[in-house]
């Protein structure tokens, strides 16, 4: 049984952000059973048994057999690559969905992470708000462009795949923000992703598990 490692707290404002939600969806869409570890911010998360399994004192990791995996896009294709409901069989159709994920991580959360970072840590320093207006352009340019390749379809490949999964915990991050408000298709699309009962499953259970820590 894979064993996921996260952590055992993390601020309200990051509960449903933390990306060991991005293992936990993956997991529930491949109906994969999983069992948790948890490690504690601060001294535990350095300890040499952690690092070992996530060599930068972070989380999530996951561990099965003789496998330990970092990263959560590293994970989540590696989940992905176990059930046809996140990968298509077709090579093309994989291919395809295996770039939207890299889009997702390397393209767009890219800025939106930047833009998130200056609004949850940085609102009151006055380079931040210097800085703020040039990132919000750049994260408004990447939705505009997302939109456009999303046109009408319901998902970015047609059918939901780990590219989604991926999108969407991404677009997540703008929560805090009216950012989207002017993308409605989007939006809805963000929306038609967290409605997917995979979803909810895996962030019930994550705040569960923030909330009997807390």
Not at 7 to 33: G, K, N
Not at 108 to 128: K, M, N, R, Y
Request: net charge negative.
């Amino acid at each position: 049984m894979i064993t996921l490692t996260t952590y055992a707290w993390v601020p309200d404002f990051a509960a449903p952000l933390m990306r060991a939600l991005r293992v936990r969806w993956a997991l529930e869409e491949a109906d994969l059973p999983y069992r948790v570890r948890t490690v504690a911010l601060g001294p535990e998360q350095h300890s040499p048994e952690h690092l070992a399994r996530q060599p930068f004192g972070q989380a999530p990791a996951i561990e099965e057999g003789g496998l330990a995996l970092f990263e959560s896009g590293a994970i989540a294709l590696h989940i992905a690559e176990r059930s046809e409901a996140l990968l298509p069989t077709d090579p093309a159709g994989r291919a395809r969905a295996i770039g939207w994920l890299f889009a997702a991580l390397n393209t767009v959360e890219t800025a939106v992470q930047e833009l998130g970072a200056i609004d949850f840590f940085h609102a009151g320093e006055s380079w931040a708000r210097q800085r703020r207006p040039q990132v919000e352009a750049q994260v408004r340019e990447r939705l505009a462009q997302l939109e456009a390749a999303l046109g009408a379809r319901e998902y970015l490949e047609g059918r939901f795949t780990v590219g989604d999964l991926m999108m969407a915990d991404v677009l997540r991050i703008l929560d805090h923000s009216a950012l989207l408000d002017a993308y409605p298709t989007l939006q809805a699309y963000k929306l038609r992703c967290e409605s997917r009962p995979a979803f909810q499953r895996g962030l019930a259970a994550q705040l569960q598990g923030f909330r009997e820590a807390a």
